[in-house]
């Protein structure tokens, strides 16, 4: 079983949409939760990392962690045509970060 | 300011070649990882520097691997003797200090192994 699981989509949403996209984890060391946004061709960039359970918003962007059921989400409100991109999730023990395999987000005009 | 930087952004080799792909990282940060990604895959840890001192190493694959950072700068990632399956984006990314979340990464060098 991977520590991190990610469903890979791909996601297609018209603009406006809610989105929302989700990781699991099966390992309760995990610390961090982060989620980071990927263009194709170009590096991850983080959006938003989270440490306790709970909700934290930023802009349009809301990350939610469920410890008690080593559960993570991402909401996207008002998708834009720009937030086509894929999303990774990471966790970390220490300095080791864990990866999901990425969801492929296309937000159509 | 710069962002993490890599070069070269692209390689192409033949099988059995030795390569090197180099990493700037930002300016003042200590910290230094390098990952491998897959097609249609996350990023996987391969080793963590801090300072001038791999303080992990542990996802490195195998001994093929080897990376350094002699002045606890600019890293140099080094593969002996390539195989196809090493073709992939080699990342590598910087933060302020060791345990900080926020990972700052460059644009990766994709790799093809012929």
């Known amino acids: 079983q991977k520590e991190v699981e990610q469903d890979p989509g791909p996601l297609s949403v018209p603009e406006g949409a809610i989105v929302s996209l989700n990781c699991t984890y099966s390992n309760s060391a995990f610390q961090y939760f982060m989620w980071y946004r990927q263009y194709s061709r170009k590096g991850p960039e983080l959006l938003m990392y989270t440490y306790s359970s709970g909700n934290k918003e930023d802009g349009r962007f809301t990350a939610q962690v469920d410890k008690s059921s080593k559960y993570i989400s991402l909401f996207i409100r008002d998708s834009q045509p720009s937030d086509s991109a894929t999303y990774l999730c990471a966790m970390n023990t220490g300095n080791q970060f864990y990866f999901g395999t990425g969801t492929s987000l296309t937000v159509i005009p | ?114």
């Open chain 2, 1 to 114: 300011g710069a962002g993490v930087s890599q070069t070269p952004s692209n390689k192409v080799t033949e099988k059995g070649k030795y390569v090197e792909l180099r990493c700037d990282p930002i300016s003042g940060h200590t910290a230094l990882y390098w990952y491998r990604q897959s097609l249609g895959q996350g990023p996987e840890f391969l080793i963590y520097f801090q300072g001038t001192g791999a303080a992990d190493d542990s996802g490195l694959p195998n001994d093929r691997f080897f990376a350094v950072r002699p002045e606890g700068s600019v890293s140099t990632l080094k593969i002996q003797r390539t195989e196809r399956g090493d073709s992939a984006v080699y990342l590598c990314a910087s933060s302020l200090s060791p345990g900080a979340n926020e990972q700052f990464f460059g644009p990766g060098t994709r790799l093809t192994v012929l």
